[in-house]
Structure formats: C-alpha cells, structure tokens
C-alpha cells in the first residue's frame, strides 16, 4: 500500500520567515495530494492541493510544488504569522473515492 | 458548503459499555465516508471506508466486531464503539465525500472525543 513520510516532524519559525514543510510517497499511482492544517483538537481543515498533472499551485502565502519523478511533493508558507501555528498534514490518493494515506504530521510553530 | 458535522463532541462512557457516533453531511450528498481514529499528538489513522448501502471495508487491525460502521444514507454514517475500553480512549473524525471529476475532497467533520474509564 502507499506509504507517506513527512519532514520535519516540527518546524519553529521566525514570524515573516518561510516555512517548508516536505512529504515523499510510495506509489506511483497516486495522483491527489492535499495538505491539512490542524488546530489543537479541531477538525482537520484542507487548505490546499494538487493533481498529478499540474507541477505547482500557489493560493496567496501558501504553495505546493509536486515532483512526479521524484515522487515528492512540499508544502511552503511565505511570510509566516503566528495564526499559522498548527499541525499540518501531508496525503496521498490514488483515485477518486479511495482512501487518503496520511504523513505523520509537522507541528509548526511560528514565533512572534 | 461542504459541511461534515459529528455528534456528540465529547462523550465519557464506562469500561464495557457501547457508544455510537454519527456523522452527517449537511449539504451535499456523501457517496463515501470514512472514519479515523487519531491518538494525541499522533497522525490520523484510518479504520474503514464505507458507502451508502453497502458494506465497509475495513483496514487492516481494526476489528470490525468491535468497531461497526452503518451508512445507511447518503447523508448519514455511525460508529459503533462496541465493548469500549480504556485503550479506545481517543479522537473519532469521519470525513465524508461526494466524488465527481473534481470534486474528490475530503471534508472532515470535528471529532469526537472518546473518553472510557
């Protein structure tokens, strides 16, 4: 099955600094990569993704890079604020309807 | 739109006991929904996936016997923690999707907490 490994497992940043956050899969079908923000003990809320036929997408501080060869994909926050401060979530799928495999997570902690 | 809720948010129950935990989409009509299960400061780890009229399929582990799963509309999926013990002490998200080219995502509903002593 698809494993997902995700890197760092926390990340602590200046405010206004970048923030980078890096996840590798193992199947080569997979073909949808969300990422989730989660807030401490909230839902997890989906705040950007990416298809297997596009290489980039960005939406105002937030972008996602996908590397089919390489089969990896990063998650990176431009000029960070402390609302930011969450754990974020890496996933892969193969296809519509089928299951998301989960990283295991980056606690990002944005410093005032 | 998109809205994935759960019921109840909390709930402490004692050992042996079953607690059921519902999640529904309120706009739009779910063909899948899946449960998670997500220990503290833990990844989210998937139990089953279900489909409305259908049975779920579960992963591999998860005791279907203890852990039974009912979807049976559109709208409308259940958990069954049947015989809970301490150990299934943890956070129960369902998310729910509605299929369709594009319109794949998963929306998660928030949580349930489970607490058996």
Same mark, same amino acid.
């Given at each position: 099955? $698809? ?35 989660? $807030? ?15 290489? $980039? @997408? ?9 590397? @089919? ?13 402390? $609302? ?14 089928? @299951? ?13 | ?117």
């Amino acid at each position: 099955g $698809e494993n997902v490994e995700q890197h760092p497992s926390t990340l602590s940043v200046q405010e206004g600094d970048s923030a980078v956050i890096k996840c590798t899969y193992s199947d080569s079908a997979s073909n949808y990569f969300p990422w989730y923000k989660q $807030e401490l003990g909230k839902r997890p809320q989906l705040i950007i993704d990416i298809r297997s036929n596009v290489g $980039e @997408k960005k939406d105002q501080r937030i972008a996602v890079t996908l590397n @089919k060869t390489a089969k990896h994909f990063s998650l990176h926050i431009t000029e960070t604020q402390p $609302e930011d401060s969450a754990v974020y979530f890496c996933a892969a799928r193969k296809a519509a309807g089928n @299951k998301l495999t989960f990283g295991g997570g980056t606690r990002v902690l944005v410093k005032p | 739109g998109a809205v994935v809720s759960q019921h109840p948010s909390r709930v402490i129950c004692k050992s042996g006991t079953s607690v059921k935990i519902e999640c529904r989409s309120l706009d739009f009509q779910a063909t899948t929904m899946f449960w998670y299960r997500q220990f503290p400061k833990q990844s989210l780890m998937l139990m089953a996936t279900s489909n409305e009229g259908s049975k779920a399929t579960y992963e591999q582990g998860v005791e279907k016997d203890k852990f039974l799963i009912n979807h049976a509309s559109l709208t409308l999926s259940t958990l069954t923690v049947t015989s809970a013990h301490p150990e299934d002490s943890s956070f129960y998200i369902c998310s729910a999707s509605y299929g369709g080219s594009g319109t794949d995502t998963q929306y998660f509903g928030p949580g349930t907490r489970l607490t058996v002593l």
